[in-house]
């Protein structure tokens, strides 16, 4: 079932703001570059946002991809200028997503790795994605970024932990890892490992209770 989700994958252009019907066609493995408007967000941004109930002020209805990422920017004069967008496990801010996703109308959330259960049901209900990065460095994802558009709560927050408005052209590649349609592309590889594991372990006798050596067990 993995192999021919893959195999079917797609390259898919997208422009903010993303809509329902856009991100509902997506599928596991498409490669998705992005081109508009999209804002930053780690620990500090939940916590303004959903445990305090005082998100920054964006239109998230205009700005509705998040990305999880502490960003690296200069001084360049006047303006600020991206240094690298090197993207932080999304897993850490499963406990504030689904709340994220309503309260906000986020359609993608950009990170590294994947998301829960419960973040994923989210996702299938209201129309969101998850989009997982693929090796390709901070530093070149940063020269993607055409504009800093804003940041909010700089001062209190600092540079990695504030929120950030970047616009950028053709930002990417990521791979769907998580569709709005309760597919997850990890759990669903972690599930076809496993599976050829026990059959090979059959295979050549292996004790189904075999730990390797340093394999600390539960």
Known sequence: MVSTMIEQAREVQLATPLDEKTVRALGLGDRVYLTGQFFT??????????????PPPIDYAQINVLMHVGPVLKRDGNRWVPVSLDQTSSIRFS??????????????IIGK???????????RECGCVHLTRVGTPGNLL?????????????EEDGMTEATW??????LGPFIVDIDARGNNLFRDVRRATELKMKLLYQRFGIPADFTYAGEVSD
């Open 41 to 54: 967000g780690r620990s500090r941004f939940h916590q303004h946002a959903i445990d305090e109930a005082n």
């Open 113 to 123: 790795t994947t998301m829960d259960e419960a973040t994923a049901c989210v996702m």
């Open 165 to 170: 408005v970047f616009e950028a052209e053709n």
């Open 142 to 154: 940063a020269r993607c970024v055409t504009r800093v558009v804003d940041v909010f709560n700089l």
């Open 95 to 108: 406990k504030w997503e689904p709340e994220t996703i309503r309260r906000l109308g986020l359609r993608a």
